[in-house]
């Protein structure tokens, strides 16, 4: 039994007459006569009465075209959803994300793919960029947003291009002695309680910063740990030393603190938005085109990296995309 079958059986049932059906469905009499008598010997029983008056659908006919409309309906719908699902406009999309990425850019571009994918299911999960990187190779996420390029097992595998720049900056309280200052030397670190993020998290941000202070830094050493920057500017405020971070910072002013640039300065490893060569998800490349759009110098990044295949052909064609 075919689609082809029921729409025949609803058609001779809309018209009651062999001939008018035939002509509807734009083919001749006696091959819709034949599939009807095909479909009900498949079925087992009689389901049109043929009358002088026209031909109309027995008890059992009524029964199955009842079916047969919903499963036509249920095709036709599936057909939707299946060109819904292929324009990413359906699906899911994982996302890790450190949390200084909800500064900028990911405000903007979450919002906007809200509005144009709104039925795409968002998984949002705030991770450390080791954390990220593993679970994209793992395949537990479908795109992640964290500090430099991904290193370790099966970071080859992932693609990766800068969306943000940044710089190291200081946030004391506005009770601190270097409050009121445009800028925070090297020496002047040194001999301040730190706040940084912790190692095991942003190993590229301690190394870094081990590169500023000394390998051997007992200020570095001593400092207290914070995993977010929204922690690092809270302890600060609250006295507790100095806080170094991104100057994506900049962009969360708060009350009672006071930022300050670093001098040398110092640039901190990208912010990098990763994914698996191999994914073959619409809705992620959804996602990277509304990346495109918020992020011109990203999308531009993008297309250089991925030309115009995209990812999953990108993948297949190449293995290493670092």
């Not at 409309?69 to 990413?88: H, M, N, P, Q, T």
């Not at 994982?94 to 949390?99: D, E, K, M, S, V």
Request: charged share 20%.
């Amino acid at each position: 039994m075919e689609a082809r079958h029921l729409r025949y059986a609803l058609t001779l049932a809309e018209h009651a007459h062999f001939g008018r059906a035939a002509g509807a469905l734009g083919i001749a009499q006696p091959p819709l006569s034949k599939q009807i008598a095909d479909l009900e010997r498949e079925v087992g029983a009689r389901l049109f009465d043929r009358t002088r008056q026209g031909v109309f659908p027995t008890a059992a006919g009524a029964a199955f075209l009842s079916r047969a409309r919903r499963a036509l309906d249920e095709i036709a719908a599936a057909s939707v959803d299946a060109a819904r699902a292929a324009r990413g406009e359906t699906g899911q999309l994982r996302l890790g994300f450190i949390a200084s990425a909800l500064l900028e850019p990911l405000p903007d571009v979450l919002g906007r793919f809200g509005r144009e994918r709104p039925d795409v299911r968002l998984e949002l999960h705030e991770m450390a960029t080791s954390r990220s990187t593993a679970a994209l190779v793992a395949g537990e996420l479908d795109v992640a947003i964290g500090l430099g390029r991904p290193r370790g097992i099966g970071a080859e595998q992932l693609v990766s291009v800068p969306i943000g720049h940044d710089h190291l900056v200081a946030v004391v309280s506005s009770t601190h002695p270097y409050a009121g200052q445009s800028s925070v030397d090297v020496d002047q670190l040194r001999r301040q309680p730190l706040i940084v993020a912790p190692g095991e998290d942003e190993p590229a941000v301690v190394t870094g910063l081990r590169t500023l202070l000394g390998k051997d830094s007992q200020a570095l050493s001593g400092a207290t740990v914070a995993r977010d920057i929204h922690t690092i500017i809270g302890l600060a405020a609250c006295g507790m030393g100095v806080g170094l971070g991104p100057s994506r910072m900049l962009t969360a002013p708060r009350r009672g603190t006071w930022f300050c640039e670093v001098t040398p300065r110092t640039p901190l490893p990208d912010l990098a938005l990763s994914f698996s060569a191999r994914d073959r998800s619409p809705a992620l490349n959804a996602f990277l085109d509304v990346i495109r759009t918020n992020c011109p110098d990203v999308g531009a990044a993008l297309d250089h990296r991925l030309g115009p295949l995209g990812p999953q052909e990108e993948g297949d064609r190449d293995s290493t995309p670092t």
